[in-house]
């Protein structure tokens, strides 16, 4: 639908396209008429623009959240990229894709499951075949689980980040599972597949990303563990051990209390799954962070909550 | 069953009761021959006891955490008392009741009960009063409620010590929502009934209180919303939003994630619910502490967890 | 003797009414001439406005943290009221009375009081009821505690502030006082009384809130120490021991060195006026904070101290 | 009075003298008859002692805490030294003197009470001066001022110990100061004099050092903060902005909340005063613990608190 | 060659000097026409400036971090000083002497320097004495020791600062030193005259001060210790134990490794070296803040990374 | 030379063999007679001994530290094994091998040095491959870095520990750095490799595994820079900023100031060895403690530093 993503705007040119109205400011000139500050944003990023005229019936029509249609050119002000607005009105957006309005990665979303899905094949005990059987014929399921964000910023903070998350993790298990003996590979790759699940209900993704009611109220660990005990309570004779010991895969991911987790990793496999996901949550975040700077500079800017610069090395 | 307690056995006085046997250690004298250390354990105390005579039968007729028939004499050695062990034999509790040999409330269960009951009929919303009455109803959960220890250590670490402790939470928090105007009282109140429920499944107390290996795996948090949910979902039309509020209440009494709740309180009855736990924690392990100390100090011995000497005050 | 609040203008009315001169910025327009720019308060808050004539003449006759007299229009710029002033003149408030220009509590303070000294006389121990005779014949003490804050924000960080709070406090001393056996009510409820005697001395409230010298220097904890030593003097026979006592619920009433207290509570009564404390300035301090966000959202802005969101609950 | 000190006591020697019974316990042979282990102290040290014969006599004549007169021989029982005791009796110590019980500084009280009070003289501002000699004409005061130990253990925890500290420090500050352009050398040579003033109520020292009911409860920042008020009301026009500061010293001086001061450091003297007190808190206590390890060694044991072993160099 | 300092500079005087460009952004103004905005400075602070005319060809000849030739007017844009830029080109400094760009300490150099070698030649052992021998004749290190900061912000962030924090601290440790007994006075001084060498190479100040690659990646700790290391090599018989200690003291000089100390300090002298660290970076550091504050106000404004504000007294 | 380890003998059996004497006490019976306690050792573990016989002869010709030969006869005493001592002289080990008598790494050395080699062979940059080179052409560090153990305690705690780390580190390396794209797998295989050379000289291991004066003064990191310093000196033309980022890694592998690194990862190859060191530290210290304890049990007893109980599973 959408053919202009803002990150592909440049001075001059005329814009007619969809966004998202993030936000809309109406303000007064000196000679006391109004004027409309707004911000349009697509899953590419974010872009101001300026109404001069038709200024009250054009915010009558559009609220902040609704995708718009816009008719505008794009000029410079102060240094950055303005649109000024001729035209905007609230569309529908029949296909219910909203794809096009928030970040999403950038990898094949079914390549990727169906990799997610081999990898829970290769599990040898039946159980656990089972259960991941269970999960993906759950087709509400399924869907959240590859439209999900990992994070509402940080590390893959975009549609699919959930799954690609996942996805790396798992592989990363698989491949330090055979590094240490006596390491229950098929617990620790199972952990790996369902540890974030319960971030399919605490974020929402209509529009934008953000965290659900109940994940503000509940956490991903309480609502994943309970996602794990409905499907489990399906299928018969599931070992009552190792079903503890999977959900204490979930409940322990965080590490330590003060990260989130009721418990600490007990097993080696839950102390691995740890590192794990911090090993892949961190390179990832950096390799965003790396990735948004000025390329022509060794040192990043500042990372204010890991404090510190980072180093990219001299071209 | 039991007649004679450990706490009230005195020196000169021939034993002949039943104990736990709670350590055994075959040691040898000078002369080679065999002895045997053993302790013995009851709701009152712990004594410790030797086994000059038919050492190697005895030693392998009991094993530690069989409840045993002791035959001794109370002595005295090394200013503490010491029973001479006789004779010891492993018996059946074939009433299965315990409540002789681990430490118990000193109240009345079955009255504290009643009154936590009749908090719950007190409440307004017809889904809070329909739930409880489903809870109350769960005859396998009313009996592990009215047994549970609320704690291994530290406060009400004795079996009815979670009612106990549920009990005079609601009663308390009954009286601090009247003081505030704008408290939901009937969430608060129902929010201090449920917020420990999880503790039924951590810990276990067959012979003696532990954490079983859910409590270590998942932790009753984690637990007692799972049990929430269970019963939540066997009434018709559970206001949602109500539910996710009663829920976080249980997520978020820990009051932060580094006292092991995955989300802190977000609303004003969630905040007040985890005062209310740590006051009537705090007051009732500071009580238990002095309970333990010599009645003619002023000061009690020092507090590690707490890290002070108390005051008494003079008499 | 003012009429018009800041929170009640209406953009295109006249103002002419007395303000707090708590900001002036003397700025050039691009032609070379002068403006002004300037915020006025009074105790409903704060609003802006602009000079742009005799500006050199108004801006000699007034300076930051006077009370002027102003006449103005309002009008709206960027969205916001700005008041265009026409004059402003320093007046002298003769009646002494800032009330108008410091926010200030909505209860009655009188009233207040009242009940304050109604739980002094309910104190059993006539040393206890001595020393508050002590306290309320102190006409200087008396208006002070009448009118002082019990923050600079925060919570009760209004006239009349620290009155409100050590009224709740004590009310809600007396409750918890009676739910546990073994509480010294009296100590509990005249600790609650005395705890933050200090801050009238800590803060100055002239024409704003803020700490004073002695405020910053010594804290109100030292402060509050001080002053009760000064009164029990005054009374024959009061007991060493309970002096210390009630001393000490002062000087631990933060709960831990962290919080600013030198020692730690080492009574049950201590213990829970730490907890009541903090119940009572977090509940308060947190329905301040939602009674200034958007009714219509059922969440908060972000809390920076609490480091959340709130729920509210949907309309 | 006393002539044999614990340190000094060799194995086969008689002694008769003066100790302080420190611990008694009545214990049990196997045969059944009693005998009694006792503790033995001077200010020199430790030494345990054991009675065979007239057991119960002797018990019945002593309790911990008195100065009692022992006859023994001294043996070595275990590689340790120990009195086999033929006779104790309690004394009454006359002359009320109990320095030759409790470990007391090495160096010359006098003489370091004249370089304190010659320091005080050194002060410029008539009002500190006055302020000093109101203090050292109290009798009462001077008198604990030259007992009292600085600490009950960790460093300077002797007789005498405040006033060496005192000393030490208000010297060193003497030096500091010069090296500073714009420092008050005044105000931060009387900080040093008084900062730690409130330990003569903060500790007693009977018969051996321990807090004060009054020290735990209130702790010595209190108490010394209080008596400089007190001292400071008597002399006319003791300038207020002075007073303050002199006060924020004493609150100050452990240099956070987290120390156990209500505020920190807030002028450049209180922030130097803190250091010197840390300083010479802590050099002096690395040499105490040194002092009290074998000298052939290199390294120190590990030192608990502080987290490592100290190194002293090779001989 | 400059004459015309930044913090000189008045409004309505004509500019003509040499600055470093700070900053430069290109604007567009309402009618389409670009202008540029800059930030110059030199070592007395900044000034911002416009350029209305000849944009594009100025923009083209200056790029941030040139020294440029400016011609230009004073006026005042809201309240501060503005240039009005007629003319600006990039230009070499032959003499390679940028001291006039940078911050740097007001005392005298040489004379700084002259007492660090006096310091030097004052130690009593040979090896001592020799190393800095060693040092002094380095010629590439002198010259960088004389130039280099201590920091790049809070306490002597100036050229000559790290002599001047050198010289300060080591005059320090000798006054110290002799205040105890025991010290290893030479151990100390030396100590404290090299305990940050290391920043010669964390630090480059070019054109201003910054951190370089190594000292982001290394730490002048680490840098310190192979600084040593090379120049001890060079001296025959350096007792080895004494080169472990004096490298210890470097190791550990900011006294833990949260601070940044791979080890704490083990001896005596490496504690006291540590405190004197800490004197001087806090005194200087703090009478720096107090130094740009507004002398007129008691109190300065509020210090973010000592969370505190500081008194400085009232005229 | 040794043919009787500690763990393998049993009571009833004849010792004759060579141990080391880890501790010798010299004690008195109640007869007045001397006898020694001892303690010996080897590499397996720890056993108690007694000397009643010859014990002044015996004694004055042992002291700790000693290789001995012993000739004794095994019992029990309370509950555990104790030698009956008839003779023992202190021998010379003129093999110089003392790996009896200190525990070493299970697996061959050879073998795994072997494979670092290979490893350090697969660094396609030229000036990798040269340094390691280097590395294994210094016959005194070869030697060293293959005995060295890779802790006191906690992990590799053995002979050999230090190789065995470091090989499975680089291992693991070499899979991860596979696993995303735009790591430089020569840089974070090299720093593997290298991260914990200094340990060679931090650590001791004549009789017993210790802290070098080298090891506690200045700490592995800081020594193990050096090193790699000495080193790549020696190689013409070492890329400066690669030599840079390569002591990065070294510098920063603790991850944090809070754990010895002066300066945190500011790589992503820095950030990966930082978990990579973590994974492989905690996973093998955890295994370890594992097998110390009773396979019987689900759960091990409490571990001390990592504060939780670990689940091995049922049998």
Known sequence: MKRQFVSEIKAGEPVDDFFVLAEKTLLQKKDGNNYLNIVLSDRSGWIKGVVWDNVEEIASLVKPGDVVQVKATAGEYRGALQLV??????????SGDFSDFIPATARDIDLMFERVVALSDSLRPSYLKALFQVFWKDDGFVEKFKAAPAAKKM???????????????????????????????????????????????????DIHIDYSDEGRLLNHITIGVRMMEEKIQTIQ???????LLLKHMVVSHHGSREF??????????????NYIDEIDAKVQGIREFMGKENPDEPWTSYHRLLERHFYRGKA
Chains 1, 2, 3, 4, 5, 6 share one sequence.
């Open 85 to 94: 607005v001729k035209g905007m009105t609230t569309v529908t957006v029949e």
């Open 260 to 273: 989130g987790s009721p418990e600490p990793p007990k097993t080696i496999e839950a102390v691995l799954l």
């Open 155 to 205: 590390h893959h903070a975009y549609l699919g980040g959930l799954l690609e998350h996942t996805l790396s993790m798992a592989v990363l298990a698989d491949k330090i599972a055979g590094h240490y003996s006596g390491i229950d590979r098929d617990l620790l790759v199972a952990g790996a597949l369902l540890h974030d699940i319960g971030k399919i209900g605490e974020f929402r993704w």
């Open 237 to 243: 004779n599931f070992p009552e051990e190792k079903a």
